[in-house]
Each structure stands twice: as C-alpha cells, then as structure tokens.
C-alpha cells in the first residue's frame, strides 16, 4: 500500500551511561528535502543519517533530530577555541574604542560566543556512537513508515472514491457522445426550414445534409479520448493499489487525464458533455491535490 509523506517517529535507546533518541518528522515535498540537527560532535554521521533517509523514506520534507547524552562521570570535556576567543576578545575591544564606550566585556561574556568553548565526549568516538545510534535511527524510521502507512491507506480509499466518482462521469459522457450528431441533425433541419421553408428541400437536399451531419460528426467525435481516459484510469486504480513511491507516476498519469478531458471539453460541442467536462476538471483537481501527500 502507499504511504503518506506526514509523519512522526521517535525511537530511543540506552547504552551503558549513554542515551540516545532519534525524533523525525515529515511533510509534503516533491523531492526529498533532509535536514539533520544533531551533537556538533558527531557531524560525521549525518552523511550515513542522509542516506538512510533518503533509501527509506524516498519524499517529503524530513526533519531529524538526534540527542545524544552521555552521563557517566569524567566522559567529557570543554575545549576552547583559543584563537577564536582572542579575535572576539579583540574586536570587542575595538568596537568600544571606536564608539568611545568603555569594554566592559568579561572572560564569561568571551565564553558564550559561538563556538569558543566546545563540548566533547572522551569515551566514545563518532564511529562507535554511529554503531550504537544507527539501530536507533532504523527503529524510529519504522516508527514513521508504520504512521505513513496508516496515513497512506487513508488517502488512498478517499481516491479511489474519487476514483470512482469520475468514472461514472466518464460512463455519462460515453453514453451522451453517440447522440450528439443525430440531435445536430435535428436542429440543423429545423433551421434550414424555418430560414428557406418550402424551398428547404430544394435548396438543401438530403444529402447535402447527411454530408454536413458526417463531417460535424468526424469533428465533434471523443471515441478516442474516451477510450485513452478510461485506459488512464485503469492505470490510476493499479498505480494506487500498488507499493512504494508512487506519487510521481500518480502526477504523471493525472496530467494525461487532464489532458485528454481538455480535449473532450473542446471537441464535444454539446452543452451537457461540457457539464460533465467540467465536474470532470474538478475532481481530477481534487485528486490531484491528494496524491501530493503521496510518497
């Protein structure tokens, strides 16, 4: 079944007197858009975080956020960044001298620039975080497929309604098509006898009026269409009873049903077949706007 790209997983875990937990969240994208926010400490990992990501969740815009505490005594440090601490310690410095105040900046002040002070773990590397974080990060993944997933079922049974709903406008249409030319032939008589009465016949013979019936028939004539729109359905309602990414190809098969009904719309030349065109438009819009939230 389909998944929805709107989601929530959280997962944690606890190793020795370290504690991870991995939350992401999900919302529509056409593309996959990622956007780690972990321990600066372990930057090294949001490569395999992204590919993992994008290997199970395939859309959306993903928002992933790693905690990463490590409680036991003695298992890290404060490094500061002496150089850096010097340069906003020196332009501190000279923006008082150029606006004539006096710096009346501390070493505390100097601390909580970004970036001075850093903390660090010293029993634990980012690879062997990596081997502990990355099952915690496959659990919480499983967490937001399983809601996806219900989500995903949802908006496919309201599709396949909709689904449904144009199909039988669809039906409408096919069987309003064949009478189209035979009702242009009735009032194409009546015009002619009311504009040349007696004459009408002289005038305009039979078979110059078959004639221009067959020719408005060749013009007006949606067999076609209705017979690539119903092939295109048939392929949505595959499409959405399948598995995995199938959004894109959803968005591809709509635009050729919208296709094929702007073209029924202006070939039909009938006033009912253009009603039915347009609550046609309107729902092929409300699916689209469905297979959005569609991975």
Same mark, same amino acid.
């Given at each position: 079944?389909?998944?929805?790209?709107?989601?929530?997983?959280?997962?944690?875990?606890?190793?020795?007197?370290?504690?991870?937990? %991995?939350?992401? &969240?999900?919302?529509?994208?056409?593309?996959?858009?990622?956007?780690?926010?972990?321990?600066?400490?372990?930057?090294?990992?949001?490569?395999?975080?992204? @590919?993992?990501?994008?290997?199970?969740? %395939?859309?959306?815009?993903?928002?992933?956020?790693?905690?990463?505490?490590?409680?036991?005594?003695?298992? /890290?440090?404060?490094?500061?960044? @002496?150089?850096?601490?010097?340069?906003?310690?020196?332009?501190?410095?000279?923006?008082?001298?150029?606006?004539?105040?006096? =710096?009346?900046? =501390?070493?505390?002040?100097?601390?909580?620039?970004?970036?001075?002070? $850093?903390?660090?773990?010293? /029993?634990?590397?980012?690879? @062997?975080?990596?081997?502990?974080?990355?099952?915690?990060?496959?659990?919480?993944?499983?967490?937001?497929? *399983?809601?996806?997933?219900?989500?995903?079922?949802?908006?496919?049974?309201?599709?396949? #309604?909709? %689904?449904?709903?144009?199909? /039988?406008?669809?039906?409408?249409?096919?069987?309003?098509?064949?009478?189209?030319?035979? @009702?242009?032939?009735?009032?194409?008589?009546?015009?002619?006898?009311?504009?040349? #009465?007696? *004459?009408?016949?002289?005038?305009?013979?039979?078979?110059?009026?078959?004639? #221009?019936?067959? $020719?408005?028939?060749?013009?007006?004539?949606?067999?076609?269409?209705?017979?690539?729109?119903?092939?295109?359905?048939?392929?949505?309602?595959?499409?959405?009873?399948?598995?995995?990414?199938?959004?894109?190809?959803?968005?591809?098969?709509?635009?050729?049903?919208?296709?094929?009904?702007?073209?029924?719309? /202006?070939?039909?030349? =009938?006033?009912?077949?253009?009603?039915?065109?347009?609550?046609? &438009?309107?729902?092929?819009? *409300?699916?689209? #706007?469905?297979?959005?939230?569609?991975?």
């Amino acid at each position: 079944m389909a998944s929805s790209m709107t989601g929530y997983g959280r997962a944690e875990a606890t190793y020795a007197t370290r504690r991870y937990l %991995v939350e992401i &969240k999900s919302v529509n994208n056409r593309f996959c858009d990622i956007s780690v926010r972990m321990p600066r400490g372990y930057a090294v990992l949001e490569t395999k975080i992204r @590919e993992k990501i994008t290997e199970r969740l %395939v859309r959306g815009k993903i928002d992933i956020f790693v905690t990463i505490e490590d409680v036991g005594d003695g298992n /890290s440090t404060v490094e500061m960044n @002496e150089g850096l601490a010097k340069a906003y310690s020196d332009a501190v410095r000279k923006i008082a001298e150029l606006t004539g105040r006096e =710096d009346n900046s =501390d070493a505390y002040q100097i601390a909580r620039f970004p970036d001075v002070l $850093v903390a660090r773990s010293t /029993s634990l590397t980012p690879e @062997e975080a990596g081997a502990e974080l990355l099952p915690v990060l496959d659990a919480a993944i499983d967490d937001i497929l *399983k809601m996806r997933g219900i989500e995903g079922e949802k908006l496919v049974n309201d599709l396949l #309604e909709k %689904v449904n709903s144009f199909e /039988s406008m669809h039906a409408a249409v096919k069987l309003r098509a064949p009478l189209v030319p035979g @009702e242009y032939k009735e009032r194409l008589m009546a015009r002619i006898e009311d504009l040349l #009465e007696e *004459k009408a016949n002289l005038v305009y013979d039979e078979a110059r009026r078959e004639a #221009e019936v067959a $020719v408005f028939a060749d013009k007006c004539a949606i067999d076609e269409e209705l017979t690539r729109l119903s092939s295109h359905m048939t392929q949505l309602r595959e499409t959405l009873k399948g598995t995995g990414s199938i959004g894109k190809r959803l968005d591809f098969i709509l635009q050729e049903m919208n296709r094929e009904v702007n073209t029924i719309g /202006s070939k039909a030349n =009938d006033l009912t077949i253009t009603n039915y065109v347009l609550d046609m &438009k309107t729902e092929l819009e *409300k699916i689209r #706007e469905q297979i959005q939230n569609l991975a």
